[in-house]
Nanobody, 124 residues
Framework: QGQLVESGGGLVQAGDSLRLSCAAS????????MGWFRQAPGKEREFVAA???????WDADFVKGRFTISRDNAKSTVYLQMNSLQPEDTAIYYC??????????????????WGHGTQVTVSS
């Protein structure tokens, strides 16, 4: 019953940074865990990072400290700070909501609401 809207994507060069935002509406945002996924052309959607209602986080191995997920419950917004971007990070990035606010999971089936994505393109 909620809506998620991503923003902040764009065209950048390798080594640059981007901060993605996901604004939620229509529900009690603070009770949900939130996640970021991405999908490159011709590839499966993959997990990037997740955060519980209380702020516990879980990152995919490929992040290697470059990305940081965070949330501002007062603003009903979750963020993905991406540093040292590489061409292989090029993808559509999706925000997703998990009704279980106590788990930060990489399983996409745990997420019931999805945004429409924001494009991130990294050139070399």
């Amino acid at each position: 019953q909620g809506q998620l809207v991503e923003s902040g994507g764009g065209l950048v060069q390798a080594g640059d940074s981007l901060r993605l935002s996901c604004a939620a509406s229509g529900r009690i945002f603070s009770s949900y865990s939130m996640g970021w996924f991405r999908q490159a052309p011709g590839k499966e959607r993959e997990f990037v990072a997740a955060i519980t209602w209380s702020g516990s986080t879980w990152d995919a191995d490929f992040v290697k400290g470059r990305f940081t997920i965070s949330r501002d419950n007062a603003k009903s917004t979750v963020y993905l700070q991406m540093n040292s971007l590489q061409p292989e990070d090029t993808a559509i990035y999706y925000c997703a909501a998990n009704p279980n606010g106590y788990q930060s999971t990489s399983d996409p089936t745990s997420y019931t609401d999805w945004g429409h994505g924001t494009q991130v393109t990294v050139s070399s």
